[in-house]
């Protein structure tokens, strides 16, 4: 096999749930029947590189220092609502049930994949809630396992640093994601969120 | 959501059975968790484009004109067998049964998905077949319906030039593919092929 190919194939298993065999169904699709589609991947993948950064403030993927959300003086700076990914803050969002500001976590603790206080930087998040101006911090974390020993944990490390800290109420299913919930239980989660 | 991120998202999707929610997770493991690995497969990708191409005389993925296995004067010039992709050829190498030439189809035969002769451009393996030097065609596509109907139409369309032209034998379950066949049941329907 041409070592280009051989590479191809290789490289598309840093895709997560890309084995061997996929991969190499991947890269036969991409040279064979859609060139263009790969050299428009290829393009896009460096480019977010070049551009994609994660907010000073919030921790979110963004192209700017700070992003546009937390330089949007409409928004309350004293909440600061903690989610696990992008997609849940994006989901906050939609509720239209919220003003104030975020800090996403891009992760939760998961002991069993090595993920703890560290690999999140939880140092980050405690410097931006103690910024002063800070008053209460709501968790919205996923109500899964390893959601809830974040949530947890985050919780403990705020009060112990004399903060108000709330969690959404328990809304959703259990075992649920905010990402595969309807709006209207995220928002009445959101509304009845009870002081940790 | 960043521009640079959302078109990574998107072409994310140019991957066969990559959907919406798949393209993101993909995109934030790659920014969040292996910015190392999205380079190296951007990279991957520009090099594959660059360097693979098709071989003139088999249509395998080559880096060259045309690749070392036709150029090979050790093999039959006599005997060229027909595979759908590279893969298969790469299982018919392993048999050690086979010392002719090969020509890869790069599919099958696919009314539903609108693959037909043209699409295959069977042309070039007639040109191929007709080279004056070839002497027998070996049919060595799928026992699947597609891999089936591949080889009954190429088959007329080489018997129709006065080639010889042969199927390896039933030896591979029905609806089986080389690719997830043992090398003996392979070898042993090469060697029951029969003329067509
Ligand atoms: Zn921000
Ligand atoms: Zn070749």
Redesign the interface.
């Known amino acids: 096999?041409?070592?280009?190919?051989d590479?191809?194939i290789?490289?598309?298993r840093?895709?997560?749930?890309v084995g061997p065999k996929?991969a190499?169904?991947?890269?036969?699709?991409?040279?064979?029947r859609?060139?263009q589609?790969?050299?428009?991947?290829?393009?896009?993948?460096?480019?977010?590189?070049?551009?994609?950064r994660h907010c000073n403030r919030c921790n979110t993927?963004?192209?700017a220092e700070v992003c546009d959300r937390c330089l949007n003086p409409a928004r309350d700076p004293q909440q600061l609502c903690v989610v696990e990914?992008?997609?849940d803050l994006?989901m906050m969002e939609q509720t239209h049930a919220y003003r104030g500001m975020y800090y996403v976590l891009?992760?939760r603790v998961s002991p069993l994949d090595g993920i703890g206080a560290r690999e999140l930087r939880l140092d980050r998040l405690l410097a931006r809630a103690t910024d002063g101006t800070v008053q209460e911090v709501i968790l919205a974390t996923n109500f899964t396992n390893e959601g809830e020993a974040t949530a947890h944990y985050v919780g403990e490390m705020l009060r112990a640093r004399g903060l108000k800290v709330s969690r959404i109420a328990r809304g959703l299913p259990v075992g649920g994601e905010l990402e595969h919930t309807d709006i209207g239980t995220i928002a009445q989660a959101l509304v009845e969120r009870r002081a940790l």
Chains 1, 2 share one sequence.
Request: glycine share 12%; hydrophobic share 50%.
């Open positions: 096999m041409p070592a280009a190919l590479e191809l290789d490289a598309l840093v895709l997560p749930g996929s190499q169904r991947m890269a036969y699709h991409l040279l064979q859609d060139r589609g790969a050299g428009r991947l290829g393009r896009a993948l460096e480019g977010a590189l070049a551009h994609i993927f963004t192209e990914m992008p997609a994006a891009m992760g």
